[in-house]
């Protein structure tokens, strides 16, 4: 046997040795829950895939990623679980909601009603209120800043299911 062929035999026991493997981490792998990434991250994730790029045009391996976008900053902190959703698959994190419940306001509110619920906003301008959660609107901390920042300390929870 010359050199090139126990060469050319070496690699192919490698190629079928790292086939055998993948075969046997395939269900291990699968039965893991998948990590759970913000949105910002998903979206660039599938980005990257979407346009056979590399995750460096994701701007990832800068010095600097204080001053990037949210997602780097995820990723640096959320190395492991980044590669995980890039290799296995990820689900999206949902973001939490908040009702705006305002408390007692001449006007707003009457004497059968400790509450008054936002139930429209837009433009960071609210335009309507409802008294009870059923028409009230529910929006992510982020959404409720950008209307006021004083409608932070008004902010209730949406339990699951509501």
């Known amino acids: 046997m010359t050199t090139a062929q126990y060469g050319v035999r070496l690699k192919v026991a490698e190629k079928e040795y790292i086939e055998k493997e993948i075969a046997n981490l395939t269900p291990q792998l699968q039965q893991q829950t998948l990590p759970v990434v913000p949105e910002c991250v998903a979206v660039q994730i599938e980005r990257v895939k979407n346009s056979n790029g590399n995750f460096a045009t994701l701007g990832l391996f800068d010095r ?57 906003a837009e433009s960071g301008i609210i335009l309507e209120f409802t008294k009870g959660k059923d028409y009230a609107l529910a929006l992510t901390e982020q959404e409720i800043k950008s209307i006021d920042e004083r409608y932070w300390q008004f902010a209730e929870p949406v339990e699951d299911g509501e």
């Not at 492991?80 to 408390?103: H, N």
């Open 64 to 120: 600097n990623h204080e001053s990037k976008p949210d997602y780097t900053k995820w990723i640096h902190e959320n190395v492991f679980d980044f590669m995980r959703a890039c290799t296995i698959g990820y689900t999206v994190e949902k973001p939490q909601l908040f009702y705006i419940d305002l408390p007692k306001v001449f006007g707003l509110s009457d004497s059968t009603s400790d509450s008054t619920f936002v139930s429209k």
